[in-house]
């Protein structure tokens, strides 16, 4: 049987037969971290793996996601909407689920306000992926996340994202044995440098594909207009703000001085929106602006004022 580490993913074989029923600790030879195991008792069904949500807009993101998740045994839906997503998770609610920010359709707090609302959907830990549209911007966590149990940031997801979602699923931290030496693969036992290397390059290809991704999104892009690439940069920038700055946000929508308390972020946004968008054009559409209206109205309905 293989069993993988939640950490990094190395990939081990265990004996099913002579440790049916047990629950094991194992210590991972590549990265060191410990991870729980229950196998099966003889006859039994094979234990199901952990079921994620990814909810993401671009449809190779979240298939780079996927690859990650299920080279870690586990499985996988997909949406690309908010109202999507909701509708998959009633019908298959799964353990973890993995919301964009700037989702679209919903912005990721209106999502986890309507998962925590409805029947059966109410043991799902929800983990926000934010785009940090800064990097430099956001040196702290987010003091809050609209319910939601985690975050991570996209730049994170190679190392976070499998500790993130195996801490927070139930029992998915599937053992004390002697610690698993190697790493077999494909019918070839790795040598502990090899299996570093090969970690390593997996590492930089699932990079590539995020920051392939970003770039889709807002970067430089014949296929998509302009305009739909300024809406999406917007979309991300507020989005971004709304979750490391609750408070301040909610705090401005019902005093009705957000426009004052978040000066600082409204002004640095606006100086990376002209940055990536100075066609004039764009600029007197007023776009950004429209974004921060909309999510403020979103955000003025979620709070019933």
């Not at 003889?42 to 298939?63: F, K, N, S, Y």
């Not at 149990?149 to 996209?154: A, L, N, S």
């Not at 927070?168 to 502990?192: F, H, N």
């Not at 299996?195 to 390059?201: E, G, R, V």
Request: some cysteine.
């Amino acid at each position: 049987m293989i069993v993988f580490c939640p950490a990094c993913a190395a990939r081990f074989r265990i004996d099913r037969e002579k440790l049916a029923g047990k629950r094991l600790t194992l210590r991972c030879a590549r990265c060191r971290a410990p991870f729980k195991v229950e196998l099966p008792r003889r006859g039994g069904a094979e234990l199901p793996g952990t079921q994620v949500m990814i909810a993401h807009t671009d449809h190779e993101l979240c298939g780079t996601i996927c690859g990650i998740l299920e080279r870690a045994g586990m499985q996988c839906l997909v949406g690309h909407d908010g109202e999507t997503v909701l509708k998959m998770m009633d019908a298959t609610p799964p353990q973890v689920a993995v919301v964009d920010v700037a989702l679209q359709g919903l912005y990721a707090f209106e999502v986890v306000d309507k998962v925590r609302r409805r029947p059966g959907l109410g043991g799902v830990k929800i983990i926000l992926l934010s785009s940090v549209y800064n990097k430099m911007a956001y040196k702290r966590s987010p003091t809050s996340l609209y319910g939601a149990d985690d975050y991570i940031e996209k730049h994170h997801i190679p190392d976070d994202l499998i500790p993130k979602v195996n801490r927070l699923a139930v029992g998915a931290a599937p053992v004390t044995a002697p610690a698993p030496q190697e790493e077999e693969q494909a019918g070839k036992i790795l040598s502990k440098q090899e299996a570093a290397d090969q970690s390593l390059d997996y590492i930089h290809l699932v990079n590539e594909k995020i920051q392939s991704a970003e770039d889709r999104q807002v970067g430089s892009d014949g296929e998509i207009p302009d305009s739909e690439r300024a809406r999406r940069l917007a979309r991300i920038i507020v989005s971004d703000i709304a979750l490391y700055y609750q408070e301040r946000v909610d705090e401005g929508i019902r005093g009705g001085n957000w426009a004052e308390l978040l000066s600082v972020e409204v002004q640095e946004a606006r100086k990376l929106f002209r940055e990536r968008f100075p066609d004039e054009r764009i600029q007197q559409a007023k776009i950004l602006e429209a974004a921060f209206i909309d999510l403020l109205e979103r955000r003025r309905g979620e709070l019933n004022l």
